[in-house]
């Protein structure tokens, strides 16, 4: 079966959860982010998974960083149930991202609430994610690229919503969205040290 074209022309994609070919489109527009990103592959893949695991619709983040953590051991990820980025500490990191690494290009995954029929849809969207919109929150935007899982209906008593997520739908996605990101992570890093070593061949 064809893959559908990406949308490039406002580079947003969006697909849901239960459809058979999600984890392939997704890698997809994932691969397509960090190359045109990053096409001298000079800047090192930071990925901010944003949210807590005392709400189980705020805990697509840690879940993914979690997930992501065990598959790509030698990446550079922030956002975990065990060191989870939320609304009190995200200046923190940003502090510590922004240390250790030189302009780096930042993937930002965080869940979001939505209408109705849009939950369980995973949207990869170029520009910052603003965090804690759901929550009315002021917090600093983030990524150069994002994710952002619909895990619920957004508009009345947030707090409330999110503590009465069903976990299935927020671990289905999360598993979905690390399993992307870890082959378009290692499809990147083969393009790169590839024209690496085609560039020390020509010298």
Do not use: W
């Not at 090192?44 to 997930?67: F, H, K, M, N, S």
């Not at 609304?87 to 780096?104: K, R, S």
């Not at 289905?172 to 690390?178: F, L, Q, R």
Request: charged letters at 20%.
């Amino acid at each position: 079966m064809e893959l559908p074209r990406l949308n490039r022309i406002n580079c947003k994609d969006s697909f849901h959860c239960d459809d058979p070919l999600c984890f392939s489109k997704i890698e997809r527009s994932i691969s397509f982010f960090l190359k045109d990103l990053n096409q001298d592959y000079s800047r090192e893949i930071v990925y901010l998974c944003i949210g807590t695991d005392r709400a189980t619709g705020d805990c697509l983040g840690p879940l993914v960083g979690t997930r992501l953590q065990s598959l790509l051991r030698s990446a550079h990820i922030y956002g975990t149930l065990e060191k989870p980025v939320h609304a009190t500490n995200l200046d923190h990191f940003l502090n510590i991202i922004n240390a250790e690494h030189q302009n780096p290009l930042l993937v930002a995954i965080d869940a979001c609430l939505g209408n109705a029929d849009r939950i369980g849809y995973i949207n990869i969207k170029k520009g910052s994610l603003k965090p804690g919109t759901a929550l009315r929150k002021v917090l600093p935007e983030v990524g150069d690229f994002h994710i952002s899982g619909v895990v619920n209906i957004g508009g009345f008593l947030e707090h409330m919503v999110l503590q009465n997520t069903r976990l299935y739908t927020v671990y289905k996605m999360a598993d979905i969205i690390a399993k992307s990101l870890c082959l378009a992570h290692s499809s990147f890093k083969r393009h790169s040290l590839a024209a690496c070593q085609a560039s020390t061949l020509q010298e």
